[in-house]
């Protein structure tokens, strides 16, 4: 260890006015050296000179410029409302003190990490130079307080409190057999370093919530983590009842990358993006429906608003056209084709429209001497039963299976499952095959009398997340521009391939 020269001065002094050579000067330099050295590695809490043992703190590594999802995402995306750089080296910032906590700890809750930066359990390390006694510059580590929404600076190091590192991981409520693990390792339809892609089995919710028992969000963190530490987390969602492909991201950062990818795509949309502009991200439903457009294709550009129905006790998405000043009505567009259009049964309804304080109520297949139609849907914007509520009042086409928005449509619909349909329906009724957590796939074809929303996200092209993580200071705006994408593909729910072979027939 090298000692200043005033302290070593002042240990000779000591040694010479010691009254035996060798003990007064062992005590002495003992005394001296001491708080020199300790205060090197003391940790004073606000300029408290009470001292902190560093065993009482969890340290967390020190903050560097992590990338910028949101900028990486809009990037990705091809939208340039974001300022504009030349490099993704620049997609970097500065972030806050919560933010890193999350990103440095994944398995802790978030609500577990919000509640210590509000009971102010959280500290940042600060160096300060000080003189003491003797003269010399020491070096005294203080940990002050953090704020979670305080900006960290390049070095800074953050200490949880130690009893952080004694919370369990959070348990799940329901222990999965063999069986039902396998089961949701056998729905991935594609797999990386960024991101899992799951085909959502019909019947089954995304999140959970009051009443539901499984959801995929939980039993994905419980069976389809891996490896990693964090457990993959939702990018967008699907209808309980709706089928199709799901993407989750398996860090933090694929997932806020495409989340920006969503948003962005979204906001596009609605600001009326050139057409011409190959989007990215792109989500192509079928759907069966209850008659058949009169245009072969196009575009519905229809806004949309939650209402509450029947005095409070439910709520709808509904076409608002009423005044499109109002806030809470939300942009949605749709691209639709017709695939494929059957005569079977020769349905003809004939419905009422009515509007009662801007609510528009269904008016029922545009086409009344058309049967079934299946439609790819291409949702350009995300809102909720954006598909759903444009079949169905817009295009006056209810999908089947679809009583909330197509209730009418379907009560005229029930005489014809006891006639054509079952009787070109060459299959013989087998025993349903039950899936793990109560599923059931087999069920809800046009030939039985309860039918099952036909409504299934079959491909999906997205960016290449991953590729882009490898390295994101080497990928130029021209570089993200020209990344190869994904192309994913998800085989339809053994009930609405029944119905196609049926209408095929």
């Known amino acids: 260890m090298l000692v200043g020269a005033n302290l070593l001065r002042r240990l000779l002094r000591s040694q010479l006015s010691a009254d035996d050579g060798g003990t007064g000067f062992i005590i002495t330099a003992i005394h001296h050296i001491r708080p020199h050295y300790s205060t090197t590695t003391e940790f004073s809490d606000e300029g408290n000179s009470e001292k902190k043992e560093e065993s009482k ?65 959280v500290r940042r390390e600060s160096i300060a130079l000080e003189v003491s006694d ?41 222990d999965c057999t063999g069986e039902e693990s396998n089961f949701i390792r056998s729905l991935e339809l594609y797999k990386d370093t960024a991101i899992i892609v799951l085909n959502k089995p019909p019947g089954m919710p995304v999140q959970g919530g009051i009443g539901i028992k499984w959801s995929l969000d939980e039993l994905a963190a419980a ?34 990358i495409l989340h920006s990818v969503f948003r962005e795509e979204t906001l596009g949309a609605s600001k009326h993006d050139s057409d011409n502009e190959k989007r990215v991200l792109q989500k192509r439903y079928w759907a069966l429906v209850i008659g058949s457009p009169r245009r072969p294709k196009g575009t519905i550009s229809a806004p949309l608003r939650k209402v509450v129905v029947d005095d409070g006790k439910s709520d709808r998405i509904t076409v608002f056209e009423h005044n499109n000043t109002i806030l809470s009505s939300q942009r949605a567009i749709t691209e639709y084709r017709v695939i494929k259009t059957s005569t079977h049964g020769n349905i003809i309804v004939t419905l009422v429209s009515k509007s009662d304080f801007g609510i528009a109520y269904p008016l029922m297949l545009s086409d ?62 087998a025993k349903e095959k039950m899936l793990p957590f109560g599923l059931n796939m087999d069920s809800g074809s046009i030939s039985e009398k309860h039918l099952r929303l036909h409504l299934h996200c079959r491909e999906m092209i997205l960016p290449n997340v991953s590729q882009v993580l490898r390295n994101p200071k080497s990928f130029t705006d021209d570089d993200l521009s020209k990344l190869k994408s994904l192309e994913i593909v998800a085989p339809l729910p053994s009930y609405m391939q029944k119905s196609w072979d049926i209408l095929n027939s």
């Not at 990705?76 to 300022?83: D, E, F, G, V």
């Not at 209808?239 to 997932?255: E, F, N, P």
């Not at 954006?386 to 029930?414: M, S």
């Open 134 to 174: 003797d003269g010399c510059q020491v070096q005294k580590i203080q940990l002050k307080r953090v704020g979670a929404k305080d900006s960290l600076n390049i070095g800074d190091k953050i200490f949880l409190p130690i009893s952080v590192r004694e919370v369990p991981e959070e348990e799940h409520e329901h």
């Open 368 to 429: 009344l001497n058309a049967g079934f139609t299946w439609l790819e849907l291409s949702p350009l914007t995300g809102r909720k039963h954006q598909l759903r509520v444009h079949c169905a009042e817009v295009l006056g086409t209810p999908i089947v299976g679809d009583y909330k928005y197509g209730w009418q449509a379907h009560r005229r619909l029930q005489n014809l499952a006891e006639s054509d349909l079952r009787k070109n329906s060459n299959e013989k009724v």
């Open 223 to 256: 069976w389809l983590r891996y490896d990693y530490s964090e457990s993959p987390r939702l990018v967008h969602r699907l209808d309980r009842d709706c089928s199709g492909i799901l993407v989750m991201g398996r860090t933090q950062m694929s997932a806020a």
């Open 57 to 121: 703190w969890f340290t967390l590594p020190p903050f560097a410029k992590t990338v910028n999802a949101s900028e990486l995402g809009a990037k990705l995306a091809r939208k340039n409302h974001l300022k504009s750089t030349t490099s993704a080296e620049t997609s970097t910032y500065e972030t806050t003190a919560l933010k890193w906590v999350l990103k440095c700890c994944p398995e802790l809750p978030r609500n577990l990490v919000q509640k210590l930066f509000r009971l102010r359990q």
